[in-house]
């Protein structure tokens, strides 16, 4: 397996605009893990889905983020308006337990996100 | 709350010391404990865990020992080395909801030849 594939790896933007961040989990994981990171504040779990379902999104900044996993094998994190204080590396990892995690998380490489 | 609370936030040893870095969770529940490093530019990766059922783990110049009743956790890498220099993030489970794993704000180690 390629193990999580995250795209885009660098995005660089302009405030107000719409940025969408794209992750695939490896096949046969059933829990996948948005996660922000940032000097400030270190690696932030924003949301994170158990079979495609959204268990819980309690760390979501924000009205302007939004989370969806269609399907097994691909979720989006999406920001609308961006904004400066969005920048930042956003990692997505999946993980092969079932309802809570107690198994090894495997990270993508991150979208390193640049909001001028 | 849901924290993990790690310290320290950075760490210089010479090559060939020992390091340790120390963590506290604040949920009674939590029952795993991993440690990622993750190197400069690169995605965290997990370099040992353990689970509450057992209070020392090892893995050849690694190890982590864990006390449920302190609620606290450490990583110990022997004979460092310059290629052991990365950000190490524990983390915990918090059974709210489901379960999710909190990270730790890192340690930055510097192993300096």
């Known amino acids: 397996d390629a193990g999580v594939i995250q795209s885009p790896r660098h995005e660089v933007t302009e405030m107000g605009q719409e940025v969408t961040l794209r992750c695939k989990p490896i096949?046969?994981?059933?829990?996948l893990f948005w996660y922000r990171q940032t000097m400030m504040r270190g690696l932030e779990l924003l949301i994170y889905?158990?079979?495609?379902?959204?268990?819980?999104d309690s760390g979501m900044p924000e009205d302007r983020f939004s989370a969806k996993m269609p399907n097994a094998s691909f979720s989006t994190l999406k920001i609308q308006p961006s904004e400066p204080r969005d920048s930042a590396v956003y990692f997505c990892?999946?993980?092969?337990?079932?309802?809570?995690?107690?198994?090894?998380?495997?990270f993508g490489e991150g979208s390193r996100l640049t909001v001028l | 709350g849901e924290n993990v609370e790690q310290h320290p936030s950075t760490l210089s040893v010479q090559e060939g010391d020992s390091a340790v870095i120390k963590c506290t969770y604040s949920d009674s529940a939590s029952n795993y404990f991993p440690w990622y490093k993750q190197e400069l530019g690169k995605r965290p990766q997990l370099i040992i865990d353990?689970?509450?059922?057992?209070g020392e783990k090892k893995d050849q110049r690694i190890a982590v020992t864990l006390n449920k009743t302190a609620k606290h956790f450490s990583l110990h890498i022997t004979e460092t080395q310059p290629e052991d220099s990365a950000v190490y993030f524990c983390a915990a489970i918090y059974y709210n909801q489901g379960g999710k794993l909190i990270f730790g704000q890192g340690t930055e180690l510097s192993v300096k030849p």
């Open positions: 353990i689970r509450s059922n057992v």
């Open positions: 096949s046969g994981h059933n829990s």
């Open positions: 889905f158990n079979n495609n379902v959204p268990i819980d």
């Open positions: 990892a999946s993980s092969l337990d079932g309802s809570g995690n107690t198994g090894e998380l495997f």
